[in-house]
C-alpha cells in the first residue's frame, strides 16, 4: 500500500547562505572545517546549481534506433549576483579574486537544510548598469571545476 500524500508547505529561498573559501596552498580542498569558510553577503540570485552530462552517440550499423551513453559531466557558466556593499571585506576579496582569474571553494546552504559544495574558477567580477533609483549591484561570473558534493545538514 502505498502511503497518504500530505501536503507539505513550500520552503521559500529567503535565508538561503553562501560561503566561500579561496582555493591556495593552505587550502587545496574543499574545506570540512566550519571556521575556514568566510559568509558571502548580499548575493540575490543564484545560478542553477548542479553538472550534467551531455550525450555521445553510440549507434552502429546494426541498431534500428539510436543508443547513447553519458559522456562527462560539465556546468554551465555560473553567476553570482550580488548588492554591492561599501565596506564589506569579503565581498571585496572575491570581486578582487574573480577579477584576478582565481579559483574558489563555494558552499550553499537552503533553508531546507540542502547543502552544495563546489570548486569554480573566476572567470571576473562585473558591475552591473542601472538608473537612479536602483540598488548598487554587481555580478560575478564562474565555471565550475568538478562535480557538485550535495549534502544534508544535519539535524
Not at 508547505?9 to 529567503?14: F, I, K, N
Not at 548598487?136 to 571545476?145: A, D, E, M, T
Request: net charge negative; aromatic share 8%; charged share 25%.
Amino acid at each position: 500500500k502505498m502511503a497518504e500524500y500530505k501536503p507539505q508547505d513550500a520552503v521559500l529561498m529567503s535565508t538561503t547562505t553562501t560561503q566561500y573559501c579561496l582555493k591556495d596552498s593552505t587550502h587545496t580542498e574543499a574545506p570540512t572545517n566550519d571556521t575556514d569558510w568566510k559568509d558571502l553577503h548580499g548575493i540575490q540570485t543564484l545560478s542553477d546549481i548542479g553538472t550534467t552530462a551531455p550525450t555521445v552517440e553510440q549507434t552502429t550499423i546494426e541498431d534500428t534506433a539510436k543508443r547513447y551513453i553519458a559522456d562527462i559531466k560539465d556546468g554551465e557558466d555560473k553567476e553570482l549576483e550580488m548588492v554591492r556593499y561599501a565596506n564589506d571585506e569579503n565581498q571585496q576579496e572575491v570581486f578582487n579574486a574573480a577579477n584576478a582569474g582565481k579559483m574558489c571553494f563555494i558552499r550553499h546552504v537552503w533553508p531546507t537544510g540542502d547543502i552544495a559544495t563546489y570548486e569554480c574558477v573566476f572567470k571576473g567580477a562585473v558591475m552591473m548598469s542601472g538608473s537612479v533609483s536602483d540598488l548598487v549591484k554587481f555580478k560575478i561570473q564562474y565555471k565550475l571545476n568538478g562535480d557538485v558534493t550535495f549534502s544534508k545538514k544535519s539535524a
